[in-house]
């Protein structure tokens, strides 16, 4: 895992001059004692800090938010990396790189929010657009967004013919629904159902089908086609 930060001001714990990015490489003998072949990680704030720290909760990296603007994680190849993203009061865009190889995933969970688009690049990366912050990723597999309070969410797929389906998961009655490709075009995204859900196809030859729903779901969902024949 590597934690790359990018400074606005003059601070640099690593590296020389101000806005110089640092980085702490957890599988490299210059970070010391550090976790091998991948793990479970979460970022979060703490009394005015970024803190990134294993699931167990022993501390990795700390640094002031003040001045900082985003934070980038780099997984580990061939190796299984979850990030859990803790947004509630985390005022930072974050990227989250995979790596190649293994079963690399994102929970992002703790705030609310007016707004989310979740744009789906391709079978692998994405982007998401929590009102002014944003959460990319690349080299993943599943996307979990259902520790989120969305009043509207927003699917944005990829210029590819899509076979999308949109379908209950876990327990009738628990809020929790998926949105996924049937043919491997874009990223699997779990998330708790919202006020207003809208897909847009994109360009292609799309089919969307809803194959079964949350009994909280009932406000529907709202289909733009878009360019192709869907």
């Known amino acids: 895992l590597t934690m790359t930060n990018v400074f606005m001001n003059s601070q640099a714990p690593f590296g020389t001059g101000a806005q110089q990015p640092f980085g702490i490489w957890l599988n490299a003998p210059k970070a010391g004692p550090s976790p091998s072949g991948g793990g ?4 979060l704030e703490d009394l005015g800090d970024v803190v990134v720290r294993r699931t167990d909760g022993e501390e990795l990296f700390r640094a002031k938010i ?3 603007r985003q934070l980038h994680i780099v997984g580990t190849d061939a190796a299984n990396d979850l990030l859990r993203l803790d947004v509630a009061n985390l005022p930072l865009d974050v990227r989250f790189l995979g790596g190649n190889g293994g079963q690399d995933s994102l929970e992002v969970f703790g705030g609310t929010f007016d707004v989310a688009t979740h744009t789906l690049l391709n079978r692998h990366d994405g982007t998401l657009r929590l009102d002014g912050q944003t959460v990319s990723y690349t080299g993943l597999e599943p996307v979990d967004l259902s520790g989120l ?21 876990g327990d009738a009655d628990d809020g929790v629904m998926r949105f996924r490709s049937l043919n491997n075009t874009f990223e699997s995204t ?22 079964s729903q949350d009994e909280l779901w009932v406000s529907g969902v709202e289909l733009h086609g878009e360019a192709g024949n869907d």
């Open 40 to 43: 479970a990680f979460e970022v």
């Open 66 to 68: 003040d001045g900082l």
């Open 149 to 169: 309070a969305l009043s509207e969410l927003v699917f944005q797929l990829p210029a590819t013919s899509d076979r999308a389906v949109l379908e209950d998961v």
């Open 190 to 211: 779990t998330f708790r159902v919202p006020s207003s859900l809208t897909i847009n196809a994109g360009a292609g030859n799309d089919t969307i089908t809803v194959a």
